[in-house]
């Protein structure tokens, strides 16, 4: 699985002008899912997303994570994320199909809510023709991955 992560002080998800989620300050994720990823990779992610220390405290920088602060995640299933070029034309064959992607995305946004305060975790419609606004804050992106499943076991105890 891949994630883009992006520090916000605002973003929303919008499907045909109509509003579908929006949260103030926190996290907005751009998360990708390829043909081979697992319940493993559902797990990894969300223990990094939440755990990252993206957030300043008392002026210094990368000290708090979304979690220790109590703010807002926006998840937007992405396929895109799992892109080849041919050419100038993207390919998309790496990315996990229809519904089987939405599983395992429903997945993760459950484990997130189990993780964390669930009522904080908003999100897009999966499938949907959506425009996303984000406000970036700093900028900071940051680009996650989970590890091979031959590398797993080994970024668990991590």
């Known amino acids: 699985m891949r994630a883009v992560i992006q ?7 919008t499907v045909l002008d109509e509003l579908v989620s929006s949260i103030g300050p926190g996290l907005c994720v751009l998360v990708g ?7 493993k990779d559902v797990e990894y992610l969300v223990r990094k997303i939440l755990a990252l220390r993206l957030f300043e405290e008392e002026g210094k920088r990368w000290q708090k994570s979304v979690k220790d602060l109590n703010l807002e995640l926006l998840c937007v299933s992405q396929f895109t994320l799992y892109h080849r070029l041919k ?3 993207p390919d998309f064959s790496a990315a996990m199909k229809g519904e089987e992607a939405q599983e395992l ?4 946004l459950d484990r997130l809510g189990q993780s964390y305060d669930s009522s904080k975790i908003k999100d897009g419609k999966f499938g949907a023709y959506m425009q996303v606004h984000i406000e970036n804050d ?9 590890p091979e499943q031959k590398d797993a076991d080994r970024e668990v105890d991590k």
């Open 7 to 13: 520090r916000v002080k605002a973003a929303k998800v």
């Open 138 to 146: 700093g900028p900071v992106t940051i680009n996650l991955e989970s």
């Open 33 to 39: 899912i390829k043909a081979s990823d697992t319940a």
């Open 105 to 108: 995305y429903n997945h993760f």
């Open 87 to 89: 050419g100038n034309k």
